[in-house]
């Protein structure tokens, strides 16, 4: 097995919730040399608005992050990515993950659920190669080695970043999410990355995942410290959050998809001032 096509997907991508963007918006981000949109949410396993993405642009790649598994069967999420990939060869990266516990009411032995999944899509020929597994803890990290091209981890660290590498060797393909405030004024920041936080000090998955990274619990309660939004949130100059995404790059991730948090309508200005200290095109 080998990673998908790094050249082609280029240090950083864009990661948002794909209904916000409009086709300009879409070429925009793609002039800027972003080299993949990262679709958020939980979509149906129809996919039936990945091909007006692909479609309005001409190279830039489209990955989910994430289609979950208890929401989207594995087989019609298996006819959609054929029905992608045959109209755009090599543009569709299938990224699925399990949701986490407090979501969904079936959830049960998520491990044991997410290989049997990846079990079908290895039946119904989805390529390893062309599908990412969300992954925080150590065992499904190195599931996502050993069954997909690598780990999407979402709201982690370079840290974290560092103990993947470390765990999973050099030809897994690590893409972690990292969140960008645009401004710099740390209030304002942190306010804004508290709000955007909020719905994820519920979740077990992500308070675990933050203690094995040496957050405390008074760091992970509710609404998270200063410390812990710093570790997530990039601000201040362009210059400051382009060195805190490239941080992830050092600590041996191959693709950095960056989630803005900023009115729509700022977004690809936001993009666009990160562009240069990013090195993109």
């Known amino acids: 097995m080998t990673k998908p096509d790094l050249g082609a997907y280029g240090a950083f991508g864009h990661y948002s919730m794909w209904q916000q963007l409009s086709a300009d918006q879409l070429r925009a981000i793609e002039g800027l040399g972003y080299g993949a949109i990262w679709a958020g949410g939980s979509p149906a396993a129809e996919l039936r608005w990945v091909e007006p993405i692909l479609e309005a ?31 755009y060869p090599g543009r569709f990266l299938l990224g699925i993950g399990v949701g986490h516990p407090e979501a969904h009411t079936e959830y049960k032995k998520p491990y044991d ?50 103990e993947a590498r470390r765990l999973l060797g050099p030809e897994a393909f690590i893409a972690p999410e ?39 619990d008074a760091d992970v309660a509710k609404p998270g410290s200063d410390r812990l939004v710093d570790a997530l949130v990039a601000y201040g100059t362009v210059d400051a959050i382009a060195a805190r995404l490239k941080e992830h790059l050092d600590a041996g991730a191959d693709h950095v998809p960056v989630q803005v948090l900023t009115r729509p309508d700022k977004l690809v200005d936001a993009l666009a001032d990160l562009a240069r200290p990013l090195g993109l095109n």
């Open 113 to 162: 659920a997410l290989t049997e999944y990846l079990d079908k899509l290895d039946e119904y020929g989805v390529p390893k190669d062309r599908r990412v597994v969300a992954a925080l803890g150590p065992r499904v990290l190195k599931l996502s080695a050993q069954r997909s091209a690598g780990p999407h981890p979402y709201l982690t660290t370079p840290e974290h970043t560092a």
């Open 57 to 87: 642009t001409s190279s830039i790649k489209l990955a989910t992050g994430i289609v979950n598994i208890w929401t989207a069967g594995a087989g019609p999420v298996s006819e959609s990515y054929h029905r992608i990939d045959n109209a």
């Open 178 to 216: 990292h969140k960008v405030v645009p401004t710099t004024d740390a209030e304002k920041a942190r306010a804004v990355g508290r709000k955007a936080l909020e719905i994820y000090l519920n979740l077990t998955n992500y308070l675990n995942s933050w203690k094995r990274l040496g957050f405390t």
